[in-house]
């Protein structure tokens, strides 16, 4: 794998373990990938609310920090577009974030080691 060093995905494997909306979102998108979606999509796929889902990719005042969001850490990247007239932003692996699939397969199996204990 190349782009984070192993303290970063330290880190991103902590905030997988403990934001299971964050989890969810980066995995949404791996299977989604290349397409871009909106928010409502991820959040109606996941079972999350918008607000969650939105803290979880760009960080927000309340809940998820910015510096634990998936955007931060490069994983994902966002953009206007126009639907039907109307702005809407939509999310996207970066070539980054698809490279780091291994992410969700460590959380995965830490999480099959701490229910065995």
Same mark, same amino acid.
């Given at each position: 794998?190349?782009?984070?060093?192993? *303290?970063?995905?330290?880190?991103?494997?902590?905030?997988? %373990?403990?934001?299971?909306?964050?989890?969810?979102?980066?995995?949404?998108?791996?299977?989604?990938?290349?397409?871009?979606?909106?928010?409502?999509?991820?959040?109606?796929?996941?079972?999350?609310? %918008? *607000?969650?889902?939105?803290?979880?990719?760009? #960080?927000i005042s309340t809940g998820? %920090?910015?510096?634990?969001?998936?955007? +931060?850490? #490069?994983?994902?990247? +966002?953009?206007?577009?126009?639907?039907?007239?109307?702005?809407? *932003?939509?999310?996207?692996? *970066?070539?980054?974030?698809?490279?780091?699939?291994?992410?969700?397969?460590?959380?995965?199996?830490?999480?099959? %080691?701490?229910?065995?204990?």
């Amino acid at each position: 794998m190349c782009g984070l060093d192993e *303290t970063t995905r330290i880190i991103i494997r902590r905030v997988f %373990r403990r934001r299971w909306v964050s989890r969810d979102a980066f995995s949404y998108l791996h299977i989604v990938s290349p397409r871009k979606v909106s928010v409502v999509e991820i959040a109606g796929s996941i079972g999350a609310s %918008r *607000t969650s889902v939105l803290g979880a990719l760009r #960080g927000i005042s309340t809940g998820y %920090r910015e510096e634990e969001s998936l955007e +931060h850490f #490069g994983l994902v990247t +966002h953009e206007k577009q126009v639907v039907n007239g109307r702005p809407v *932003t939509v999310y996207s692996l *970066t070539r980054q974030g698809f490279e780091e699939k291994g992410l969700m397969e460590n959380v995965d199996a830490d999480q099959k %080691r701490a229910s065995i204990k």
